[in-house]
């Protein structure tokens, strides 16, 4: 089954939409739109029944709701109606749902503290959480941002390999259509994150005929047909909407 983003122009790309269900990372430089592609995704979803779960590693939730309230995408009303969640599993743990009346982080379950406050959580701390949310709330879309905090936990480069195949394997045992944010800024780069990932999808932001663009380009989509060319993005009311191919 394939269900849509909610982003204009992109799921004509996809053959209709993404295969749910599955591991999807979103990667790029900052300011290509990788969160706002990602919120939107979410708020679609919510608006259409499926609940959605924002996991946030690195910025915190209310900053990025302040941001995203800019657009119509309804974040506001979905959060009060418990379709869309948001988590803050950073290095202070904080869990919970943004509060229908003060719009602030809520605990909702008893977290371990393992790590010191100053510490990225592990792999596998971040995924018993999630695993946790997603079957209190039957959770349907599921956003993490960002994949990096994970990754560098730990300064063994090969246990970093190991442990992030590990987790994006049990990611996909879920039952939610996830997307992964990534932090690379070179499409031709490869992680492991990429090669677990059913499907690669690279936001640029870069100078053009002496003016800044923002392009989406397909790297990677199993299962689908893609077209893999870059195609320009423009930030409008509604949040990001794809256009034609890059000239």
Known sequence: MRIQTGIEGFDELVQGGLLSERVYLVSGPPGSGKTTFCVQFLAHGAALGDVGLYVTLLESPQNIIDDMSNYSMNVIPLIKMRKLLFADLGPRMEYGYMDELNESV???YEVSRTSL?????SPAMVFKEIA?????????????DSVSAIRFTTKDLSLQEKEMTRFIRNLKKLG????LIGELTDPTAYSTEQFAAHGVIFMHNFLYDKNMT????????????HDCNMRTVQFTDKGLKIEGYLE
């Open 106 to 108: 809520s605990p909702q």
């Open 117 to 121: 406050e100053s510490e990225a959580p």
């Open 132 to 144: 946790a949310y997603v079957a209190e709330y039957d959770v349907k879309r599921l956003v993490l």
């Open 176 to 179: 939610c259509t996830t997307i």
């Open 214 to 225: 923002r392009a989406v380009q397909i790297i990677k989509m199993r299962g689908t047909k």
